[in-house]
Every structure is written in structure tokens, then in C-alpha cells.
Nanobody, 123 residues
Framework: VQLQASGGGLVQAGESLRLSCAAS????????IGWFRQVPGKEREGVSC????????YYADRVKGRFTISRDPAKNMFYLQIVNLKPEDTAVYYC?????????????????WGQGTLVTVSS
């Protein structure tokens, strides 16, 4: 299983960005997938996740209305669309996947992680 995150960069507050995660070695429908972020010195946090099969979606309160997670099983890709970026969104964003089908959540116990992509939002 491999995950490759991309799409980060330096943007100004109010702009939009789409992060992509290319998945290989597994089928998206069989895994829970998610996006997490981490600011240096702080704990990694889950921002948005989708359960295996796509039946349930989670968004952290602080990103609701601005972040949209989506997936394309045909391409084995998933995405995080971010609008109205804020300086506090500055972080390294990681994509992750987990094969468990019970006890789903947007937590740090996902089994597989991508390398992270840096998003920097200037004010």
C-alpha cells in the first residue's frame, strides 16, 4: 500500500486549493480514507475522513463548510478541496488509509500514511 499526497503550496488567505492523494496497492472502496494535518509542535489532527465504501463522512468542526473530501475509485485517487483558506490552515497535510471496517473514525490509528504536503497560507 502506498499513498502519495500532492497539491500543497503557498497561497493567500481566501484562496482555494485542492490536495490529491494517489493510492496504490489497494482498492479505495475497501478502505477508510482521510486527510489529517499537523502544525509543528502540535498533535496531528483529523480534518476529514470517509468510511470504507463511502457511507459515512466526517469533518472536523473547524473546517466544516470550507473543506470537501471526495474520492474517485476509478482512478484510485482521493481529494481534499479547500476554499476560503485561513492562516490557521497552515500545516503539513497527510493522506491516510485504513482497512478496518469496524470502529471507523477519523483518528490517528490509520494503518497507512502518505508523506505529507505542506500548505502555507499567508495573511
Amino acid at each position: 500500500v502506498q499513498l502519495q499526497a500532492s497539491g500543497g503550496g503557498l497561497v493567500q488567505a481566501g484562496e482555494s486549493l485542492r490536495l490529491s492523494c494517489a493510492a496504490s496497492g489497494f482498492t479505495l472502496d475497501d478502505y477508510a480514507i482521510g486527510w489529517f494535518r499537523q502544525v509543528p509542535g502540535k498533535e496531528r489532527e483529523g480534518v476529514s475522513c470517509i468510511s470504507s465504501g463511502g457511507g459515512a463522512t466526517y469533518y472536523a468542526d473547524r473546517v466544516k463548510g470550507r473543506f470537501t473530501i471526495s474520492r474517485d475509485p476509478a482512478k484510485n485517487m482521493f481529494y481534499l478541496q479547500i476554499v476560503n483558506l485561513k492562516p490557521e490552515d497552515t500545516a503539513v497535510y497527510y493522506c491516510a488509509a485504513d482497512p478496518r471496517t469496524t470502529g471507523w473514525g477519523c483518528h490517528l490509528l490509520y494503518e497507512h500514511w502518505g508523506q505529507g504536503t505542506l500548505v502555507t497560507v499567508s495573511s
